[in-house]
């Protein structure tokens, strides 16, 4: 049987690795005012902002702490959450808090990567919030829309992130774990799963707004750099191919994936939290995986549960060895950016 080398370093944790929070970077007076002032400063008009681009931030004392976080989701732990960000409630600058928080979502958008389109409407920024109550996310509905738990899974681009606008009152919890980590304690326990995770699985695209549902070819849910790996699973959506076929998934796919999540929700590897308004998650989709538990919504829809989500690339990033050029924007390349379209 192969034998699979272990991998060391910070991204290679587990949840007993935080025993408090000191792993959440606070951000300071200076770097929300500045902040505050870079979103006032951008264009009236939404369509605008993506003339704007970094070099015409001047990022004076968030410049630092940014390159910093990017250099943690790179070579570091693979994920950072940025508390303090200022959401008043009652909006700010004469703007509403949710065209506010867009605002701030953008600036930092700017300054942290190469932004790409996450549906097939071209929209840069995803409200994460829920449109429909559904038990499961299926093959007809993505979870970013529903109220439903999310298995865990990575997303599009080198990195995701969640800006907390409003949350839940009652779940909603968010979950990480380190890929690295899963990796290594396959190798120990059922290294013969590794062998069918490298060899890869193929992945289910759900129909979207002219596009149309397809299973994709395999990829490989594990890639050996040497002296790093790179990841990228996604459970519901390697399970879909199968599904969406009316076929059995094969055995040997099936009891690999099983174990991915079993060791995935190990309350001893997985770190949980719940996310406050204010606060900025971000996740590399190639060394950590992400879940949410289902949640109970506020049924006042101006107190719902609100996330705005980014996905973005970091230019000379890691994933650039295992993204080829012309995948780099993702799937959701047919229509123009925008920042968002209007509510019908």
């Known amino acids: 049987m192969r034998t699979f ?12 690795d935080f025993p408090d929070d000191r792993w959440v970077t606070h951000l ?15 264009p009236a008009n939404e369509h605008e902002w993506m003339k704007v681009d970094k070099a015409s931030l001047p990022l004076t004392s968030l410049g630092s702490l940014l390159d910093s976080v990017t250099e943690a989701l790179e070579t570091g732990l693979g994920f950072a959450l940025l508390r303090g960000v200022d959401l008043p409630q009652s909006g700010c600058h004469g703007y509403s808090q949710e065209t506010w928080a867009y ?7 700017l300054a942290l990567g190469d932004v790409i389109a996450q549906n097939a409407q071209g929209e840069v920024i995803g409200a ?10 299926g093959m007809d509905t993505r979870g970013y829309v529903s109220n439903a738990e999310l298995r865990f899974h990575c997303d599009g681009g080198d990195v995701a992130s969640l800006l907390c ?11 990480l774990v380190s890929m690295h980590t899963i990796h290594n304690i396959m190798a120990k326990e059922c290294p013969q799963h ?13 129909a979207e707004k002219g596009l149309k549902s397809a299973s994709l070819s395999r990829q490989p849910l594990f890639y050996d750099r040497g002296d790093h790996l790179l990841g990228w699973i996604n459970l519901r959506l390697m399970e879909l191919p199968y599904e969406s076929a009316g076929e059995p998934m094969p055995e040997e796919e099936r009891a ?7 060791i995935a929700e ?4 997985k770190l949980t939290f719940k996310l406050k308004p204010g606060d900025m998650l971000l996740t590399h989709n190639h060394v950590c995986m992400h879940k949410r538990s289902a949640f109970i919504d506020e049924v006042d829809p101006s107190r719902s549960r609100l996330m705005l989500r980014l996905w973005y690339n970091v230019p000379g990033g890691r994933a650039e060895a295992i993204v080829p050029p012309e995948k780099r924007g993702g799937y959701f390349v047919d229509q123009p950016y925008v920042i968002r379209h209007p509510v019908s």
Do not use: H
């Open 28 to 42: 300071s007076t200076e770097q929300t005012t500045e902040l505050s002032q870079l979103a006032q400063a951008l």
């Open 103 to 109: 605002r701030i979502n953008w600036v930092l958008a």
């Open 266 to 269: 190990r309350q001893s590897n």
């Open 165 to 175: 606008v409003r949350q839940a009152p009652e779940g909603g919890y968010n979950s």
């Open 256 to 262: 690999a994936l099983d174990a991915v999540e079993e």
């Open 194 to 206: 590794l062998s069918t995770l490298y060899r890869g699985l193929p992945m289910f695209m759900r």
């Open 128 to 137: 994460v919030q829920a449109a429909v109550n559904a038990s499961d996310n």
């Open 5 to 16: 080398k272990q991998f060391e370093g910070k991204s290679a944790w587990t949840a007993d």
